[in-house]
């Protein structure tokens, strides 16, 4: 989606005079926390809490709790929630003393974490949402998160989650070539069209990667740096990548390893033989996972009727 689009529809979002519970997903590293705080953080009351990864229930309640505080008290220390119920039910209070005429933005970053298993954020928020939330007409309530498993089995796909209360759900993609170059201009660096398109191939439209680039240096300097060197920005960023997003990293990154070194792509059959599976659901999941994470593309052959 084009950056003026993205703004247009957050702008119809924002005015509309309902409570809307927006879900925003899409690749790591694409830009979700900066376009939503950027564009939402001046226009109301702000509330954000961003999930931490590998924390406990607790640390994530305290997070919350101090969240609250800044939004609503000047930063005093609060009791600390126990439960997601009760952290809910503290949020619900704050919003119902606060004047009707302000937009009230509630922003909730790396869900995935947030929702632990067994933590009961879901359903907590969930309930937030049908019995406050949406009864006002001045709510924003924004979940946001990596294109993970997580978030596409319970947000994105239409089985079961939140999916059925979920008003508008957007997917953040990379900057096309065309605001690539915008960002690099933007950003002072001096590439002609060939040096752009070399970045662009290796970096691919994400800001987060392209911010790394250094004046003055030519595309081939900068992905030397940045790809090859000791210290290298890029240089760990795969196992990073891929630890945050999937929790069973290891056959994920085995698949696109074997991808990526066959220009023509592999069929099913040799998949399977790469993480020594059978056929059927693990693959299938893994394939998808990486599908709508941003990472593959699955296409037909030629003349040939089924997926291979
Ligand atoms: N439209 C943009 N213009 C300028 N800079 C941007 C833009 N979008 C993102 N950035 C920069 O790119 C970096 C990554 O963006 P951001 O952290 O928002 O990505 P993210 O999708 O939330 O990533 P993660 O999945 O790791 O949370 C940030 O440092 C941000 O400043
Ligand atoms: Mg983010």
């Known amino acids: 989606m084009e950056e003026r689009l993205k703004k247009k529809k957050l702008s119809e979002l924002f005015h509309s005079n309902e409570s809307e519970f927006i879900a925003v997903y899409g690749r790591r590293r694409v830009g979700k926390t900066y376009l939503i705080s950027e564009y939402f953080q001046e226009k109301g009351i702000y509330f954000e809490v961003t999930g931490q990864l590998s924390a406990k229930v607790s640390d994530q309640l305290e997070?919350?709790?101090?969240?609250?505080?800044?939004?609503?008290?000047?930063?005093?220390?609060?009791?600390?929630?126990?439960?997601?119920?009760?952290?809910?039910?503290?949020?619900?209070n704050e919003i119902s003393k606060a004047s009707s005429s302000k937009k009230i933005i509630l922003f909730f970053d790396e869900v995935p974490w947030l929702a632990s298993r067994k933590s009961g954020f879901i359903s907590a928020l969930e309930y937030f949402w049908n019995t406050c939330a949406s009864r006002y007409k001045n709510i924003k309530l924004i979940v946001c998160g990596s294109a993970s498993s997580w978030m596409i089995q319970k947000i994105?796909?239409?089985?079961?989650?939140?999916?059925?209360?979920?008003?508008?759900?957007i997917r953040l993609m990379p900057f096309n070539l065309v605001e690539t170059k915008a960002f690099c201009n933007y950003r002072g660096l001096n590439l002609n069209d060939r040096q752009l398109l070399d970045i662009?191939?290796?970096?691919?439209?994400?800001?987060?990667?392209?911010?790394?680039?250094k004046k003055g240096l030519s595309a081939i300097q900068n992905i030397n740096e940045i790809c090859f060197t000791k210290d290298g920005f890029l240089v760990n960023e795969f196992d990073r990548l891929y630890d945050s997003l999937f929790d069973d990293s290891k056959d994920y990154k085995a698949i696109v390893t074997a991808?990526?070194?066959?220009?023509?792509?592999?069929?099913?059959?040799?998949?399977?033989?790469?993480?020594?599976a059978k056929p059927g659901g693990k693959l299938h999941r893994i394939l998808k996972n990486l599908e709508e994470a941003g990472f593959i593309d699955s296409?037909?052959?030629y003349k040939k009727k089924h997926k291979e």
């Not at 990526?260 to 399977?272: F, I, N, Q, T, W």
Request: proline content about 3%; hydrophobic content about 40%; charged content about 20%.
């Open 299 to 301: 296409y037909q052959a």
């Open 259 to 276: 991808l990526s070194k066959k220009r023509k792509g592999l069929v099913r059959k040799e998949l399977l033989a790469v993480i020594g």
């Open 200 to 213: 662009y191939m290796i970096m691919g439209g994400i800001p987060h990667y392209l911010r790394q680039l």
């Open 156 to 169: 994105v796909n239409s089985k079961g989650g939140l999916h059925n209360r979920i008003t508008a759900s």
């Open 63 to 92: 997070n919350f709790s101090q969240s609250l505080a800044n939004t609503f008290f000047q930063g005093i220390e609060l009791q600390k929630p126990k439960t997601w119920k009760q952290a809910f039910n503290q949020l619900k």
